[in-house]
């Protein structure tokens, strides 16, 4: 072979010894993002008596209007939520109406009041502006109730 086809040759070849390189380089997995950041932000979900006693069948009549209203849950990056209930126009003011505490995230679950009494575990997904939660563990009936009556929907 002439050495002016050689190089020509090797002007053509090279780009595609190249090829396998590069696209191997852009089928790298990219860095997923940390799923705990699909729930940080402020969340709403208005439960009902109805509602509660759905979730939680033998529920105290006495304590429903405790556990109902329109509840914003806020989940801040640093692992701390606040909770914030505005009760039913028929209720009481809810006597604690404003909780703070700790919560953290693996995977799609997420664990409230971790390592303390009233931990709570639920399953979570979201899609776009919708939070949806499944109980996983916990003896908190009412916490299990207000928190997934229904979809949260993210409001800030």
């Not at 590069?22 to 932000?41: E, N, R």
């Not at 329109?70 to 009760?87: A, Y």
């Not at 939660?133 to 916990?138: I, Q």
Request: proline share 9%; aromatic share 8%; hydrophobic share 35%.
């Amino acid at each position: 072979m002439k050495p002016m086809y050689a190089r020509r040759l090797l002007k053509l070849l090279t780009p595609l010894a190249i090829l396998p390189t590069i696209l191997l380089a852009s089928c790298a997995p990219a860095t997923a993002p940390d799923p705990k950041q699909a729930l940080v932000g402020t969340w709403t979900s208005t439960v009902t008596k109805e509602d509660v006693l759905r979730i939680v069948p033998g529920f105290r009549q006495d304590f429903l209007c405790e556990n109902t209203g329109t509840f914003s849950w806020e989940f801040k990056e640093d692992g701390k939520f606040t909770i914030d209930q505005k009760g039913l126009p028929e209720c009481p003011a809810p006597v604690e109406p404003h909780v703070e505490d700790t919560w953290s995230n693996d995977g799609n679950r997420m664990t409230i009041a971790k390592d303390k009494p009233a931990q709570e575990v639920y399953e979570w997904t979201v899609k776009e502006k919708t939070l949806v939660l499944k109980h996983v563990s916990g003896d908190c009936e009412p916490c299990k109730a207000t928190s997934t009556a229904h979809p949260w929907t993210r409001v800030g």
